[in-house]
């Protein structure tokens, strides 16, 4: 029995010895350490033998990066993160953490979502992950629109914020409020600010805010100010003579020759000026329509976006 026992004994001690021994060997005479030492001369088998810690940890931070999919599953030590190791003059090495391309990715729209404020939108507008191809490939009918969306975009980032804005017209479902949210976020990464409104439950909810008016002004004042307000379905709200004529009036009115707006809507300039002109409340009142059109209609550029409905699609 006793020889048994000591022969365990000794297989114990030697096993994992061995697999340690294996395992500094598979680390000596890996790639990443004979790159290492065919770059710096002055590496030595000892330092390397003394950054095996190190050296480990860089070849797994690789290996776990060609299999990542995303940032919430990296495995590594610092999340979005992997091992770089840099050799000095003297023959030390250092090692350095460096985001990875989808930390990178994730940080840059976190950075952009930031910048842009929504009220009763989707945010998965905002997120899409936009791809031209795609907006033309699913329904060439509305590639000049898209071109057009395009050219403006590049025209902002060559000669900075535009003062007219632009008015998407068209049917139900072609796209105008995925248009909008693709140039909302492409801006934004040139460091704009942007807010983005579905103007009809928008209205409904200011309504709440008559007995909280320092709240009312301060949402008034963003829109006011932002670098680029996009209105989403001008015409689908429930019109009322307040908010046509002292909330949409009194942010069309500070943003005229200083801000871009945005809008999207069914209607046609003519329609839409139809609509403003006509509340439940006070009925047909012509001038008042007309004084929020000219606010529109001339620091515009009118886009008409053409195309099948994809909601049906779906």
């Given at each position: 029995m006793d020889s048994i026992g000591e022969a365990l004994r000794e297989f114990m001690a030697r096993g994992p010895g061995k697999a340690v021994h294996d395992k500094i060997n598979q680390l000596m005479n890996h790639e990443l350490v004979q790159e290492l030492k065919s770059k710096h001369s002055q590496l030595?088998?000892?330092?390397?033998?003394?950054?095996?810690?190190?050296?480990?940890?860089?070849?797994?931070?690789?290996?776990?990066?060609?299999?990542?999919?995303?940032?919430?599953?990296?495995?590594?030590?610092?999340?979005?993160?992997?091992?770089?190791?840099?050799?000095?003059?003297?023959?030390?090495?250092?090692?350095r953490k460096s985001p990875c391309a989808l930390w990178r990715r994730k940080t840059n729209q976190d950075s952009i979502e930031k910048r842009i404020r929504t009220f009763h939108v989707d945010k998965t507008v905002l997120t899409n992950g936009y791809n031209i191809e795609e907006m033309l490939r699913l329904d060439t009918a509305r590639s000049k629109s898209v071109f057009q969306i395009v050219e403006y975009i590049a025209r902002t980032k060559k000669e900075g914020r535009q003062q007219k804005g632009l008015y998407l017209s068209g049917d139900l479902g072609t796209g105008k409020t995925y248009l909008m949210g693709y140039l909302i976020n492409e801006l934004a990464k040139q460091g704009l600010t942007g807010i983005m409104v579905y103007l009809p439950d928008f209205c409904e909810d200011l309504k709440s805010l008559f007995q909280e008016p320092?709240?009312?002004?301060?949402?008034?004042?963003?829109?006011?100010?932002?670098?680029l307000l996009v209105l989403d379905d001008l015409g689908a709200e429930n019109l009322n003579p307040w908010f046509r004529d002292h909330v949409l009036g009194a942010i069309l009115n500070y943003r005229m020759n200083?801000?871009?707006?945005?809008?999207?809507?069914?209607?046609?300039?003519d329609?839409?000026?139809?609509?403003?002109?006509?509340?439940?409340?006070?009925?047909?009142?012509?001038?008042?329509?007309?004084?929020?059109?000219?606010?529109?209609?001339?620091?515009?550029?009118?886009?008409?976006?053409?195309?099948?409905?994809?909601?049906?699609?779906?």
């Open positions: 030595t088998d000892s330092t390397i033998r003394a950054n095996l810690n190190r050296i480990n940890e860089c070849i797994t931070d690789r290996s776990n990066c060609e299999k990542c999919i995303n940032v919430e599953g990296c495995p590594n030590l610092l999340q979005g993160h992997f091992t770089e190791l840099d050799v000095d003059e003297q023959g030390n090495i250092n090692e320092a709240k009312l002004t301060e949402t008034v004042e963003l829109l006011k100010k932002a670098d200083r801000l871009p707006t945005f809008y999207t809507s069914n209607f046609d300039l329609d839409l000026e139809d609509h403003l002109c006509f509340t439940n409340k006070e009925g047909y009142d012509e001038n008042k329509g007309k004084r929020i059109m000219e606010r529109i209609r001339h620091y515009t550029d009118q886009i008409r976006v053409n195309g099948f409905n994809k909601r049906y699609s779906k």
